[in-house]
């Protein structure tokens, strides 16, 4: 019984991490795009919960609007990140990794200090240049550098007055932050509060079995829209060869924007599940991002297989070595007791999982799947 219960336990930690893993599968996996903000886009998708579940408070059916919001947000919002920054920086990693990084630290302080003035001056500025640019491009005109930078920088004077006046005229009102830097707590409807209790002294809480549930139903979806769909195929197509697909007509860059977005997505549906286990905070998506790269690597960069085997791997070790179960099977044997009992601690545990996962990328460098992708073909 005692198995039984590490197992579960190990099984329901996995879940988490492969749900979590998911969207990084696609970014990093299929195009190779090392995105370091993919833990603060799952932070968007509870966030985007929290404030869903405020506004249907009382209404148990919110989880299922909640799934389709913090999908739809991080989505768009990944478009968005990739029309404005990724595709310049593709076969550019080292740059990817530091604009991406800079991201996150800006949505990490962005949802500490987000205010109905900064939203009104953020509003102004998108506004003004991206709608003069656009109306540029539908003209069939476009600006030159300097140009663009005197349009940036008179857009972003606008906005700054813009922030100054509603400050000044609403008030505290318009300068209060919406979250602030204290977490926030997503309360679970009703019937995911309890658990299944499978014997007298083993009980699986109903979040984790959710959980569970949302990362099988988002692997079906992802494998189905891989595989059995045109745009899975045309990204399949750019991932093994992207000037072969071109000159086939693929439309590359769409396919480049939609891939990213997809992945985005899915970082805000992992961040809906997780928000039923803690506190929602700015530093929500840093518990997550270093497990997310080590189950996308250890799996086989590209292969949903290696990255469910990975994740569950990752999350039933994790639980069994940092809950000291381990250390407590392995009694008979005092050594090796000692050794995994100086490891039954959560950050020990990470630690010792790390150093293992290192040593068997040494032997296998492309992890437990190895699949041809664009950064092989590079």
Same mark, same amino acid.
């Given at each position: 019984?005692?198995?039984?219960?590490?197992?579960?336990?190990?099984?329901?930690?996995?879940?988490?991490?492969?749900?979590?893993?998911?969207?990084?599968?696609?970014?990093?996996?299929?195009?190779?795009?090392?995105?370091?903000?993919?833990?603060?886009?799952?932070?968007?998708?509870?966030?985007?919960?929290?404030?869903?579940?405020?506004?249907?408070?009382?209404?148990?059916?919110?989880?299922?609007?909640?799934?389709?919001?913090?999908?739809?947000?991080?989505?768009?919002?990944?478009?968005?990140?990739?029309?404005?920054?990724?595709?310049?920086?593709?076969?550019?990693?080292?740059?990817?990794?530091?604009?991406?990084?800079?991201?996150?630290?800006?949505?990490?302080?962005?949802?500490?200090?987000?205010?109905?003035?900064?939203?009104?001056?953020? /509003?102004?500025?998108?506004?003004?240049?991206?709608?003069?640019?656009?109306?540029?491009?539908?003209?069939?005109?476009?600006?030159?550098?300097?140009?663009?930078?005197?349009?940036?920088?008179?857009?972003? /004077?606008?906005?700054?007055?813009?922030?100054?006046?509603?400050?000044?005229?609403?008030?505290?009102?318009?300068?209060?932050?919406?979250?602030?830097?204290?977490?926030?707590?997503?309360?679970?409807?009703?019937?995911?509060?309890?658990?299944?209790?499978?014997?007298?002294?083993?009980?699986?809480?109903?979040?984790?079995?959710?959980?569970?549930?949302?990362?099988?139903?988002?692997?079906?979806?992802?494998?189905?829209?891989?595989?059995?769909?045109?745009?899975?195929?045309?990204?399949?197509?750019?991932?093994?060869?992207?000037?072969?697909?071109?000159?086939?007509?693929?439309?590359?860059?769409?396919?480049?924007?939609?891939?990213?977005?997809?992945?985005?997505?899915?970082?805000?549906?992992?961040?809906?599940?997780?928000?039923?286990?803690?506190?929602?905070?700015?530093?929500?998506?840093?518990?997550?991002?270093?497990?997310?790269?080590?189950?996308?690597?250890?799996?086989?960069? /590209?292969?949903?297989?290696?990255?469910?085997?990975?994740?569950?791997?990752?999350?039933?070790?994790?639980?069994?070595?940092?809950?000291?179960?381990?250390?407590?099977?392995?009694?008979?044997?005092?050594?090796?007791?000692?050794?995994?009992?100086?490891?039954?601690?959560?950050?020990?545990?990470?630690?010792?999982?790390?150093?293992?996962?290192?040593?068997?990328?040494?032997?296998?460098?492309?992890?437990?799947?190895?699949?041809?992708?664009?950064?092989?073909?590079?």
């Amino acid at each position: 019984m005692e198995f039984l219960d590490a197992l579960v336990n190990g099984i329901a930690t996995g879940a988490v991490l492969l749900l979590a893993a998911l969207g990084l599968a696609i970014t990093f996996g299929l195009m190779g795009v090392i995105n370091m903000a993919q833990g603060e886009l799952m932070m968007l998708g509870a966030y985007t919960t929290f404030v869903i579940q405020q506004g249907l408070r009382g209404w148990e059916g919110y989880v299922l609007v909640a799934l389709v919001g913090a999908f739809v947000v991080t989505a768009l919002f990944g478009l968005a990140l990739e029309r404005a920054v990724i595709r310049f920086l593709y076969d550019r990693p080292l740059e990817t990794l530091l604009a991406t990084w800079g991201v996150s630290l800006i949505l990490q302080q962005l949802v500490r200090s987000v205010n109905w003035a900064l939203v009104a001056g953020v /509003g102004v500025f998108a506004l003004l240049f991206w709608g003069a640019l656009g109306v540029l491009r539908w003209q069939r005109r476009c600006l030159p550098v300097w140009g663009r930078g005197l349009l940036a920088a008179l857009a972003a /004077g606008i906005g700054l007055t813009t922030i100054a006046l509603v400050s000044q005229r609403l008030g505290l009102a318009a300068r209060k932050p919406w979250f602030g830097a204290q977490n926030v707590d997503v309360t679970a409807p009703a019937w995911l509060r309890t658990g299944w209790r499978l014997t007298e002294t083993l009980q699986i809480p109903y979040t984790r079995l959710f959980i569970l549930g949302l990362a099988v139903v988002c692997l079906l979806g992802m494998g189905l829209f891989l595989y059995r769909s045109p745009w899975g195929l045309r990204i399949r197509a750019v991932t093994q060869n992207r000037a072969m697909s071109a000159c086939l007509g693929i439309n590359t860059d769409a396919v480049d924007a939609l891939t990213f977005a997809l992945g985005s997505g899915l970082a805000g549906i992992a961040g809906c599940g997780v928000s039923f286990l803690g506190s929602v905070g700015p530093n929500t998506g840093q518990n997550y991002i270093v497990d997310m790269f080590m189950v996308v690597v250890l799996g086989g960069v /590209g292969n949903l297989w290696g990255t469910v085997l990975a994740a569950l791997g990752i999350g039933t070790l994790n639980y069994l070595l940092g809950s000291g179960k381990l250390a407590a099977w392995v009694q008979p044997v005092p050594g090796l007791a000692d050794f995994l009992g100086f490891f039954s601690t959560t950050s020990m545990a990470k630690v010792l999982l790390f150093i293992l996962i290192v040593a068997f990328l040494q032997y296998r460098p492309a992890g437990l799947f190895p699949q041809k992708g664009r950064m092989v073909e590079s």
